[in-house]
């Protein structure tokens, strides 16, 4: 055998070892981030139900100084709509699914662009003695090709980096309201 064709089958071996591992990963993921407020839970739930509120907060509303929002049904709570589309932040949509005033904020979360993707983002408020722990996750299902990028790419890390910075400034709007 030549070793053209060795190297051909090196890669071969290896390509599909790669997607047998990968197929062996879970179907879901979920991450979560938290963060204690020094601010009572009716000061911040507002922040997370409006969504016209995130641009005050939320790590993509930066990341794309072009972005184009649209917002329907509910002003806010149950039923709130906000549409988005950007080069650098892709395209999708959000609804609030489940708002019970002020400890949870439940958000179905549809991605369009670059990569289809339904999943569930939620909000919980914590109170305590005046302070708030605000805790966002979300969780979906991870499709095939997911699965092969999570072989080289963490979503927890990833996706929970900007969580932290989205909750650092909710904390610092919250905290300055």
Avoid: C, H
């Avoid at 993921?29 to 000061?43: E, G, Y």
């Amino acid at each position: 055998m030549g070793t053209l064709l060795w190297i051909l089958l090196i890669v071969v071996v290896a390509l599909a070892a790669l997607l047998a591992y990968a197929a062996t990963r879970p179907d879901t993921f979920s991450l979560s981030r938290s963060i204690a407020i020094n601010a009572p839970a009716a000061r911040i739930f507002p922040l997370i139900a409006d969504f016209r509120e995130w641009t005050k907060w939320s790590p993509w509303e930066k990341l794309d100084p072009a972005l184009q929002r649209a917002y329907s049904g509910a002003e806010r709570g149950v039923g709130a709509v906000y549409e988005w589309e950007g080069a650098k932040a892709g395209q999708g949509r959000m609804e609030i699914a489940e708002a019970p005033e002020p400890s949870r904020v439940r958000i179905k979360l549809d991605f369009i662009k670059p990569f289809p993707a339904n999943n569930v983002a939620t909000f919980e408020l914590a109170e305590r003695g005046g302070a708030t722990t605000v805790t966002w996750s979300m969780s979906g299902p991870q499709a095939f090709m997911g699965k092969v990028v999570s072989v080289f790419m963490s979503m927890d890390k990833i996706v929970g980096r900007s969580f932290e910075q989205g909750l650092a400034d909710l904390k610092r709007v919250s905290e300055a309201a």
